[in-house]
Structures are given as C-alpha cells and as structure tokens.
C-alpha cells in the first residue's frame, strides 16, 4: 500500500513540474514596448487577449502609460528603467499616451 501511494505522489509531482514548464513557455514570449527617446517603440503592439505587456522606460526622463479611453489602468510616473505591466482584455483597438508628453502616443491591437 505504502509503495502505491509512493507512486501517486511521484505521479503528481511529475504533473506539477510539467505544468510549471508549460508555465516557463507561456511566459516566454513577452510582450514589451520600450520607451526610448520619448516614444514608444513598437507604436503599434499586436496581442492576443490575456496576454501580458510590459512597458519599459530607457529615458531619463519619467513617462507614463495612460489609456485614452480608460481601457486599462493608468501608470504611475515611470522612472529611468521601470516597468508597468496590464493583461490584454476585450479584442479592439487601445491607444494610450504619456500624460506627461502627450505627443507621445501608442497603439495595442488585442486581438481573440
Ligand atoms: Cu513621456
């Protein structure tokens, strides 16, 4: 009896690390947009929804995310080298700016 239950939970432990390789794969592929010389780069971002995107400020100076239509939760004040990071929801198109350089526009086309 003992040596089934032995091989139950080796079975599960296998499962487990299975899923957490699955897990390593997914994430894997990021979805980043770079701010560099006060803009976004790529401008336009093509994602699946429910998949993550993260932005990254490389100036010295602070930017921020900020969704024109309020799609998404706005950024704080990124400073030189932070991240922000949303889930993609609903399919569409999101534009956001920089509310501190609002010449500094983006898009994110979330696709099903
Ligand atoms: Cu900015």
Not at 43 to 71: A, C, F, M, R, Y
Request: charged share 20%.
């Amino acid at each position: 009896m003992a040596a089934l239950l032995c091989g139950i939970a080796f079975l599960n432990l296998s499962l487990f690390a299975l899923g957490g390789e699955m897990k390593n794969v997914d994430s894997s592929k990021q979805n980043r947009i770079e701010i560099k010389d006060f803009a976004f780069n790529p401008k336009t971002l093509t994602v699946k929804s429910g998949e993550k995107i993260t932005w990254i400020n490389h100036d010295d100076e602070p930017h921020t995310v900020v969704s024109v239509e309020k799609q998404f939760k706005k950024s704080t004040a990124l400073d030189t080298d932070q991240e922000f990071t949303v889930t993609a929801g609903a399919p569409g198109t999101y534009t956001y700016f920089c509310s501190v350089h609002p010449k500094m526009t983006g898009t994110i086309v979330v696709e099903k």
